[in-house]
């Protein structure tokens, strides 16, 4: 299996990979723009039984951030609901609540092209000020995805090549294993789909608690080659994409999937996808590929947004 790039050649990767002005100059879309509406007619073609798997976990205020990862939800109940709005009581009544929350961290979230910058530059050379504003993201946010991600997901289960549950703390996936697993499986990534790549950290932590120096599988930033050859619109791992601890002793590359992804790619992510359920769910009907239905937060300004993707067979 091949090893582990050099760190010239991941800073390297912020050139040979970039799709700046792939799309034109202002484009903010990134690889969604890979998602045409033929893809999307193709995705559709895939729903057979119509099974449909959550890929997202709950979000819960008295347990926020089950990670470690700095997330923040709160949610306050607003009681007497029609007393507050008409000044009176009824004989019917209502509750609202007030939710807020950092999405980045423990949740299943979509991470936005507004997340991650390099030397000050965000995708497609936007400059990294007009995120870090009083007012939000200016450019790049969330919001850019109005129309929804709809597009052919496929997972390629990597712990399942190795005949094992789960991928061990620290265990980089290589190229090699990637294509291994369509092999395995019968299925090719091709260009605008989904791409969820299982390492079974969740089930690794379900069995054996939380590893004690929040070590984690991930994907070796040898892969990114691999993810702008086949056009993958959307990555989304069962952790944060990164391996843990990082391939790299220098600190500025210790997570090179967000920042070449994001910044040179423009490639969306999805942090802390829930995946086992859909593993047993493809083993049982061995089928790879599925219809995905993601619909973000159409919320001007923001670089994430929490979500629950939908595999439809």
Request: glycine content about 10%; charged content about 20%; some cysteine.
């Amino acid at each position: 299996m091949a090893g582990k790039p050099q760190d010239a050649d991941v800073i390297g990767y912020l050139q040979t990979l970039s799709n700046w002005g792939r799309w034109g100059d202002d484009d903010r879309l990134g690889t969604l723009n890979l998602i045409t509406d033929d893809v999307r007619r193709a995705a559709a073609g895939t729903v057979r039984d119509g099974t449909a798997v959550s890929l997202s976990f709950d979000m819960d205020p008295q347990n926020p951030d089950p990670l470690g990862h700095g997330t923040q939800i709160q949610r306050y109940m607003e009681l007497n609901e029609v007393e507050a709005l008409f000044g009176r009581a009824g004989r019917f009544d209502a509750v609202r609540e007030y939710v807020g929350l950092i999405a980045h961290g423990s949740p299943t979230h979509l991470d936005g092209l507004a997340h991650f910058s390099w030397e000050g530059k965000n995708y497609n050379g936007f400059d990294a000020s007009d995120v870090r504003t009083v007012g939000g993201a200016t450019k790049l946010s969330v919001h850019q995805a109005a129309q929804g991600i709809i597009t052919r997901g496929v997972l390629l289960d990597i712990p399942a090549v190795h005949g094992t549950p789960w991928l061990e703390p620290g265990h980089a996936i290589t190229p090699d294993e990637i294509t291994e697993a369509e092999t395995r499986q019968g299925v090719t990534v091709r260009a605008g789909d989904a791409l969820f790549v299982r390492t079974g950290n969740f089930a690794r932590t379900a069995a054996e608690g939380r590893h004690p120096d929040d070590h984690a599988a991930g994907l070796s930033a040898a892969t990114l080659p691999f993810l702008r050859e086949r056009d993958v619109a959307l990555l989304s791992t069962d952790g944060q994409q990164e391996v843990v601890p990082a391939e790299s002793a220098d600190f500025d590359l210790r997570m090179p999937i967000h920042v070449v992804g994001l910044v040179a790619l423009g490639l969306w992510l999805v942090d802390n996808a829930a995946l086992d359920a859909l593993a047993r769910t493809c083993q049982e009907k061995y089928r790879w590929e599925f219809l995905l239905s993601l619909v973000p937060w159409r919320m001007i300004g923001v670089t994430s947004s929490a979500v629950n993707p939908v595999a439809v067979f």
